[in-house]
């Protein structure tokens, strides 16, 4: 099976690719032009939300360096030791909603202290994997269409957040502890 796997993973982009080629060709597109106009329309999407990657970094930077994140650790450990979960995940529970690559580094930084085959560092494994970067997904496809009224996106998105962590720990709990 494991090795069905990595023959399906060593070929599945290089087959989709020469696909959509071969269906292009078919169809008599012009397939340079057409890629070229649709990295031109990337670039442009790209400059367009700057402003709000910029905002979601100042955020991000703003919320660590005032020592927020380490006041709720402190705050919320007595609840966090009921359910077995480390201090240690409290920043990729609140970094993961805002920023995919922040999240990477908090998740860094577990592993190496945790150490790989620790219940923290799977804990924020599972973490990592289900839940979403929701602000950056609001500021990112949300300012590249134009869309200023969020509406109930932000609750939706949070909430679903809320509950990948909620499942995480459970599924670890159930697994792992």
Same mark, same amino acid.
Not at 43 to 50: G, L, R, S, W
Not at 94 to 120: C, H, K, M, Q, W
Not at 133 to 162: Q, S
């Given at each position: ?8 993973? =060593? #070929?599945? =982009?290089?087959?989709? %690719?020469?696909? %959509?080629?071969?269906?292009? =060709? ?5 397939? *340079?032009? /057409? ?11 790209? /400059?367009?939300?700057?402003? *709000? ?14 020592? &927020?994140?380490?006041?709720? &650790? ?10 077995? %979960?480390? &201090? !240690?995940?409290?920043?990729?529970? %609140? ?17 190496? /202290?945790?150490?790989?085959?620790? *219940?923290? @560092?799977? =804990?924020?494994? /599972? ?5 979403? @970067? @929701?602000? *950056? ?10 869309? @200023? ?10 909430? &679903? !957040? ?11 709990? #159930?697994?792992?502890?």
């Amino acid at each position: 099976m494991a090795n069905l796997l990595n023959l399906i993973s =060593l #070929w599945a =982009l290089p087959v989709i %690719i020469i696909s %959509i080629m071969t269906f292009g =060709l078919i169809k008599k597109v012009p397939i *340079y032009e /057409v890629f070229t106009e649709g990295a031109k329309n990337g670039f442009e999407v790209a /400059v367009k939300i700057i402003p *709000y990657l910029v905002a979601i970094i100042v955020g991000i930077s703003m919320f660590r360096a005032s020592g &927020a994140i380490e006041f709720l &650790a402190n705050l919320l450990s007595p609840i966090f030791l009921k359910f077995n %979960i480390s &201090a !240690d995940v409290l920043p990729l529970m %609140i970094v993961r909603s805002l920023s995919g690559s922040g999240a990477l580094g908090v998740f860094s930084d577990i592993a190496n /202290v945790a150490g790989p085959e620790s *219940y923290t @560092t799977k =804990l924020a494994a /599972v973490m990592l994997g289900s839940s979403e @970067t @929701t602000f *950056y997904v609001l500021a990112v496809y949300f300012g590249a269409v134009g869309i @200023t009224k969020i509406r109930y996106a932000l609750f939706v998105g949070l909430l &679903a !957040d809320f509950i990948g962590i909620v499942a995480a720990v459970l599924v670890c709990n #159930w697994m792992f502890a």
